[in-house]
T-cell receptor, first 116, second 113 residues
């Protein structure tokens, strides 16, 4: 079946603008994650959705970042009033977490965001 | 809190030589441990994972890793490097009721012909 897909693959925006990044997880996966990969910080966890539970937002770096997951499938990560330090690759992953077992996270190709 | 330390941000080996990429972790509970590989401009691909079964874990592309609790290590090895192994490798840990992965800084592997 299809893997995790993300769009757009590249996004260039001006400082202060809002951006939306989209993630389509693997069909049937109950868990969805967002990570950020930047030169200075490496790979960082941002947010985690599991089924209908409240998301774990503990990794979001500021209140300019938000994410939603509609219908337990597609997710959108929104960054408001973008700053140059938001430039990074944003990776989405999904997994099938059942019964507390840590299942493999499958990653999408990422969205490369450049804030000018 | 969990953390991962990867020793060496850049490792170079000759084609056919042993590959050894080091990973040490810190976790207050028995961890789940992972190695991912990232090729240029691509996402992360799982190489192997440890989930408290056998301590020696075999993965794809001839890689394996051994979980050593006494050393809090999970080093990645491959007996003979191929040119196609050139990529960046990330060690990650999860556990303690938390599903998100905590990654190391990554090790970029170069293979010299």
């Amino acid at each position: 079946g299809a893997g995790v897909s993300q769009s757009p693959s590249n996004k260039v925006t001006e400082k202060g603008k809002d951006v939306e990044l989209r993630c389509d997880p693997i069909s049937g996966h109950t868990a969805l994650y967002w990570y950020r990969q930047s030169l200075g910080q490496g790979l960082e966890f941002l947010i985690y959705f599991q089924g209908n539970s409240a998301p774990d937002k503990s990794g979001l770096p500021s209140d300019r970042f938000s994410a939603e997951r509609t219908g337990g499938s597609v997710s959108t990560l929104t960054i408001q009033r973008t700053q140059q330090e938001d430039s990074a690759v944003y990776l989405c992953a999904s997994s099938q977490n059942i019964g507390g077992v840590q299942e493999t996270q499958y990653f999408g190709p990422g969205t490369r965001l450049l804030v000018l | 809190a969990q953390s991962v330390t990867q020793l060496g941000s850049h490792v170079s080996v000759s084609e056919g030589a042993l590959v050894l990429l080091r990973c040490n972790y810190s976790s207050s509970v028995p961890p789940y441990l992972f190695w991912y590989v990232q090729y240029p401009n691509q996402g992360l691909q799982l190489l192997l994972k440890y989930t408290s079964a056998a301590t020696l874990v075999k993965g794809i592309n001839g890689f394996e890793a051994e979980f050593k609790k006494s050393e809090t290590s999970f080093h990645l090895t491959k007996p003979s490097a191929h040119m196609s192994d050139a990529a960046e490798y990330f060690c990650a840990v999860s556990g303690a009721g938390s599903y998100q992965l905590t990654f190391g800084k990554g090790t970029k592997l170069s293979v010299i012909p």
